[in-house]
């Protein structure tokens, strides 16, 4: 079965800082890897997502993901956090088949220092 | 691009009464649509998977016979809570292609 790990369910970064939230994932075959966004009572927006072609994934808003075989690791960062970054951000993974489900982690909830 | 939406954005109902909640995708044909369930604070659980044509195939844990799931024709799935009660309030999230492209989710609240 497959399944991610985020590792921290609140991350807290200050304004301008690095953000690193970190994901590792479980998969039998080789994976479909996202990373999904979601504001307070708003759906999901898809940021970025890894398909088994350039292991270094840039999404939108400035994030980008990097996949890892060897540490099973998919790690969102973005070089500089703005205070609109503040959500809560979800990794997921499939089997890579067109209609496939996805499997979510717990989320984790950035926030933004001032 | 491709775009889904769900029909209502909000619905509030008395506790057993049943509740029919639609997601359509707009501009492309779905053989396979998602339903997931999001409690508050929590992650997306995946409720089942709808398969146009034929019986949909539930997550262990989910009642089939509560959570009532029609996919008749390739742009529309259907989920109706049946009989709903207090502990079904929730917001639940519908999906379909390649399962990034969500609906922006129905809120319930059962009272």
């Known amino acids: 079965a497959q399944s991610v790990t985020q590792l921290g369910s609140h991350v807290s970064v200050s304004e301008g800082a690095l953000v690193l939230l970190r994901c590792n994932y479980s998969?039998?075959?080789?994976?479909?890897l996202f990373w999904y966004v979601q504001y307070p009572n708003q759906g999901l927006q898809l940021l970025l997502k890894?398909?088994?072609?350039?292991?270094l994934v840039k999404g939108i808003n400035g994030f980008e993901a990097e996949f890892k075989k060897s540490e099973t690791s998919f790690h969102l960062t973005k070089p500089s956090a703005h205070m609109s970054d503040a959500a809560e951000y979800f990794c997921?993974?499939?089997?890579?088949?067109?209609?496939?489900?996805?499997?979510f982690g717990k989320g984790t909830r950035l926030h933004i220092l001032p | 691009g491709a775009v889904v939406s769900q029909h209502p954005s909000w619905v509030i109902c008395k506790s057993g009464t049943s509740v029919k909640i639609e997601c359509r995708s707009l501009?492309?044909?779905?053989?396979?649509m998602f339903w997931y369930r999001q409690f508050p604070k929590q992650s997306l659980m995946l409720m089942a998977t709808?398969?146009?044509?034929?019986?949909?195939?539930?997550e262990q844990g989910v009642e089939k016979d509560k959570f009532l799931i029609n996919h008749a024709s390739l742009t529309l799935s259907t989920l109706t809570v049946t009989s709903a009660h207090p502990e079904d309030s929730s917001f639940y999230i519908c999906?379909?292609?390649?399962?990034?492209?969500f609906g922006p989710g129905t809120r319930l609240l059962v009272l």
């Open positions: 999906s379909a292609r390649e399962t990034q492209y």
């Open positions: 998969s039998s075959v080789p994976p479909y």
């Open positions: 890894y398909t088994s072609a350039a292991t």
């Open positions: 997921a993974v499939s089997d890579g088949n067109r209609d496939d489900k996805i499997i």
């Open positions: 501009d492309f044909q779905a053989t396979t």
């Open positions: 709808s398969n146009e044509g034929s019986k949909a195939t539930y």
